[in-house]
Nanobody
Framework: QVQLVESGGGLVQAGGSLRLSCAASGRTFSSNAMGWFRQAPGKEREFVAA????????YYSDPVKGRFTISRDNVKNTVYLQMNSLKPEDTGVYYC????????????????WGQGTQVTVSS
């Protein structure tokens, strides 16, 4: 079992920045690839970013590429999402996810999910 707890969400003006954190417990953190997803009101949850077990590979959805950065600290058992140049369309609940298989994270089918943290970007 893996438990995931997100933090760092909030209200920010367009053009601003936020850094989300996801603390993991349970199974050895470095055993899992990690990812971030988001769900806007009235829309389906969508993939945002993924990172391999030791951070050597990262992947991003097109809408966030160049603005968001995913990283991880395997000593602190934490994955981060640095979000810059935020836009109103980035508003939503952001979820952290984990799976032993990076492919599962990249295809939005990870085994473990956090409860989510709200990000609101005002125009």
């Amino acid at each position: 079992q893996v438990q995931l707890v997100e933090s760092g969400g909030g209200l920010v003006q367009a053009g601003g920045s936020l850094r989300l954190s996801c603390a993991a417990s349970g199974r050895t953190f470095s055993s899992n690839a990690m990812g971030w997803f988001r769900q806007a009101p009235g829309k389906e949850r969508e993939f945002v970013a993924a990172i391999s077990r030791f951070g050597s590979s990262t992947y991003y959805s097109d809408p966030v590429k160049g603005r968001f950065t995913i990283s991880r600290d395997n000593v602190k058992n934490t994955v981060y999402l640095q979000m810059n140049s935020l836009k109103p369309e980035d508003t939503g609940v952001y979820y952290c996810a984990a799976d032993a298989a990076l492919s599962a994270v990249r295809t939005s089918t990870p085994r473990y999910w956090g409860q989510g943290t709200q990000v609101t970007v005002s125009s």
